[in-house]
């Protein structure tokens, strides 16, 4: 696939993994909107990616609905398609496997579940509108 122009939308950009995977698209000549809960740490790291010209950075919490939406929204006003959609958010848990409450365990999954169904189910109607992208 070739990336150069194309719009990917990663969520949890901010750090670790995700910043890197939007640094590699960014190097290959992709557009990007970076996703963070922060926005402050969003646009931190879309300096430290250094394509401010080919970027978005947006605060954004995948667990709402409403948000994945604006965030929809914004993406097609810049840019006016979504190729790519990247879900890597989610939240870590400083705690020990045998001392961990399942239930905090299971809203770091929920996270990324929402926002893979919401973004897929997106990312479906946006391919057939420009016959064109992936999920």
């Known amino acids: 696939m070739e990336l150069a122009g194309k719009v990917v939308v990663v969520t949890g950009a901010s750090m670790g ?11 290959h000549g992709a557009n990007l909107v970076l996703l963070s809960r922060d926005a402050g740490r969003a646009e931190a790291a879309r300096s430290r990616i250094a394509h401010p010209a080919r970027s978005l950075a947006l605060s954004c919490d995948v667990r709402n609905r409403e948000e994945i939406d604006r ?5 097609l006003h810049h840019f006016d398609r979504i190729d790519v959609w990247i879900n890597n958010a ?11 409450d399942m239930g905090s365990r299971d809203a770091g999954g929920s996270s990324r579940d929402e926002a893979t169904r919401h973004g897929d189910n997106h990312q479906y109607f946006e391919c057939r509108r420009s016959h064109s992208g992936g999920i």
């Not at 993994?17 to 190097?27: N, R, S, T, Y």
């Not at 965030?71 to 993406?75: E, R, Y």
């Not at 939240?91 to 496997?97: E, I």
């Open 90 to 100: 989610g939240f870590g848990l400083r705690d020990s496997v045998a001392q961990m």
């Open 71 to 75: 965030v929809i929204s914004l993406t």
């Open 17 to 27: 993994i995700g910043e890197a995977i939007a640094k590699i698209f960014a190097d």
